[in-house]
């Protein structure tokens, strides 16, 4: 059983800039008890012939070749535009911004 003392918890705070009470330190002290040895629970149950994975499922990316096909032009993409300039699509200013 692992466990963090309130003292350790108070120098571990004092390392962190907390402020923290007498009762935050004991409550810490004890939860910090439960998470190592949730911990170490799963520290027993791991073993070597067990590959270790970041999620329960096995996942794989998914690749498909990256084939060029035709696009609309500058020209065709701004055709339904409400507003343009510059070749490019007018919006209306937010935030403020200067134009």
């Known amino acids: 059983m692992s ?11 004092r390392l962190a800039r907390i402020e923290m009470s007498e009762e935050e330190l ?3 002290s004890n939860e910090f008890t439960v998470i190592l040895d949730a911990v170490a629970r ?16 096995p996942l794989r990316n998914v690749f498909r070749p990256d084939i060029v096909v035709p696009s ?20 209306p200013q937010i935030l403020g911004e200067e134009a």
């Open 72 to 91: 609309l032009t500058p020209e065709e993409a701004l055709a339904s535009a409400p507003a343009q300039e510059d070749s490019r699509f007018r919006v």
């Open 42 to 57: 799963v520290q027993e149950v791991a073993s070597a012939d067990v590959e270790p994975t970041s999620h329960p499922l």
């Open 3 to 13: 466990s963090l003392s309130r003292d350790d918890v108070a120098h571990l705070a």
């Open 26 to 28: 004991v409550n810490l």
